[in-house]
């Protein structure tokens, strides 16, 4: 069975940092690129991170970008997000998924990802 299961989600006052995780099993997702995207209730589902399979090209979006760190251990089948200075408004279910290459779309958009994990919360209090 090919899972992705994040891990190290929770509360934390604003301005401090979590390290959020998401290990992969059931196949290798060293070849794959792997994203972070996060959803708030009523709202869409949306672009946080990626990287690629080597780990020379990531992106991020605006509002997350000089902030969040998105690395990966292919040898571990893991790609982490390390999130610091957080605000509320980060506050959401953080989401990591993998992209074979064989689906339409550009990286930002949930329909390149073909495996998606179960999400974990992060909660950001003022």
């Known amino acids: 069975q090919v899972q992705l299961v994040e891990s190290g989600g929770g509360l934390v006052q604003a301005g401090g940092s979590l390290r959020l995780s998401c290990a992969g099993s059931?196949?290798?997702?060293?070849?794959?690129?792997m994203g972070w995207f996060r959803q708030t209730p009523g709202k869409e589902r949306e672009f946080v991170a990626r990287?690629?399979?080597?780990?020379?090209?990531?992106s991020y979006a605006d509002s997350v970008k000089g902030r969040f760190t998105i690395s990966r251990d292919n040898a571990k089948n893991t790609v982490y997000l390390q999130m610091n200075i957080l605000k509320p408004e980060d506050t959401a279910v953080y989401y990591c998924a993998a992209s074979s290459g064989g689906m339409g779309g550009s990286y930002y958009e949930t329909q390149r990802y073909d495996y998606w994990g179960q999400g974990t919360q992060v909660t950001v209090s003022s």
């Open positions: 059931g196949r290798t997702f060293s070849y794959d690129t």
């Open positions: 990287i690629t399979w080597r780990g020379t090209l990531t």
